[in-house]
């Protein structure tokens, strides 16, 4: 029989403290598990996806936007480089993350925009993609040996006629801008320039320089300028819609006669679908700002032969369903199928 002590002891008032304690132990752990689920974002490192090489002119531009993130948000940014197959590993990637905001992309213009039309297999849609803004677009000069006669392109494409077997371009990869956009001149124009791929600007500059091919189109960056400018190449017009301020001389497509290309080459950042609206709005804001600053555009985006371009997120998909019309008209023009 138990005493009056014991009964005491597991009584009402027993529960009752027990239950308090309890109570007031679990909402402490809750309380704690709340605060740092609520953390705001960001509360740990983003990984940002480049599908290009690592090294090149696009790297160093993630890296550095990567460097601004940072700054402006707080925490660092690790690139990943995910190259190959027309840029669309990256895009698979990126497809592939979890759209929590700790994976940012940075696309291209053949990621969204050109692809889609090129390609029955790909593994990802524009829609898998959320536009964040848009970082920079460049344009290309239309690049000749000095051993190439003529000082014009009508003059260039008198040649090509005579001499298909010796109009050879470089492309930076089958199904790239520079592909395309060379055929659409030779469609356009009727001159006969053969197609030679490289795996990227380095080897075919390589071949330029050593004959294998007579022309390239690359983005005027310094070396390229300097080339021009020093007497070492020639080039005959800007690839694209509107004269560059740092090659004044040089004639746009439109000036030469021929209809506009109206396709530019851009590259942007992205985020998986789904990642949540406030993360996209507050990364977009991070990068805008990052760069609008003029000593980051002198040294990593106007350096490199490309123009600032920053939009929000909304203004960029606007942007995008225009461009996919755009690049639609290039591949058709070019006659370039890779189904």
Same mark, same amino acid.
């Given at each position: ?8 002891? #597991? ?18 752990? !809750? ?15 983003? +990984?940002?996806?480049? /599908? ?19 700054? @402006? ?21 990126? @497809? ?20 889609? =039309? ?14 964040? !803004? ?26 090509? @006629? ?16 520079? =592909? ?16 030679? /791929? ?9 071949? #330029? ?24 190449? @020639? ?31 851009? #590259? ?8 949540? +609206? ?11 700002? !990052?760069?609008?600053?003029?000593? #980051? ?39 370039? !199928?890779?189904?």
């Amino acid at each position: 029989m138990s005493t009056p002590a014991e009964i005491t002891f #597991f009584g009402p008032t027993f529960f009752r403290t027990s239950c308090l304690r309890f109570c007031a132990a679990a909402a402490l752990l !809750t309380a704690g598990l709340g605060g740092s689920l609520a953390q705001p974002y960001p509360n740990r490192p983003v +990984k940002l996806i480049v /599908p290009y090489p690592a090294g090149g002119p696009t790297d160093a531009l993630a890296r550095a936007l990567g460097e601004g993130f940072r700054e @402006k948000l707080g925490q660092v940014v690790v690139v990943e480089s995910r190259p190959g197959a027309n840029t669309s590993i990256g895009a698979q990637a990126c @497809k592939a993350s979890e759209p929590d905001g700790y994976t940012l992309c940075m696309l291209a213009s053949t990621t969204l925009s050109v692809n889609p =039309h090129l390609y029955d297999d790909l593994r990802y849609t524009p829609a898998d993609l959320a536009p964040i !803004t848009n970082i920079a677009s460049a344009v290309a000069v239309f690049m000749t040996r000095n051993d190439v006669p003529g000082k014009t392109f009508a003059e260039f494409i008198d040649w090509s @006629k005579k001499n298909p077997a010796k109009a050879n371009y470089g492309s930076f990869g089958v199904g790239g801008e520079t =592909h395309l956009m060379a055929e659409w001149l030779n469609k356009k124009t009727g001159a006969r320039m053969t197609h030679v /791929p490289f795996t990227g600007f380095a080897p075919a500059l390589i071949a #330029f320089d050593g004959g294998e091919i007579q022309v390239m189109m690359p983005v005027a960056i310094p070396m390229i300028i300097d080339r021009i400018r020093n007497g070492e190449a @020639k080039a005959l017009f800007v690839v694209g819609d509107k004269r560059l301020a740092v090659l004044p001389d040089l004639p746009s497509i439109p000036e030469l006669g021929l209809p506009p290309i109206g396709f530019t080459v851009w #590259f942007g950042m992205f985020a998986p679908a789904g990642t949540p +609206k406030d993360i996209i709005e507050k990364v977009s804001a991070a990068l805008r700002e !990052t760069v609008a600053d003029k000593a #980051f555009q002198a040294k990593y985006i106007t350096a490199s032969g490309m123009t600032a371009v920053t939009n929000t997120p909304a203004e960029f998909a606007a942007f995008l369903k225009t461009d996919d019309q755009q690049a639609a008209d290039l591949v058709k023009t070019s006659g370039v !199928t890779l189904k």
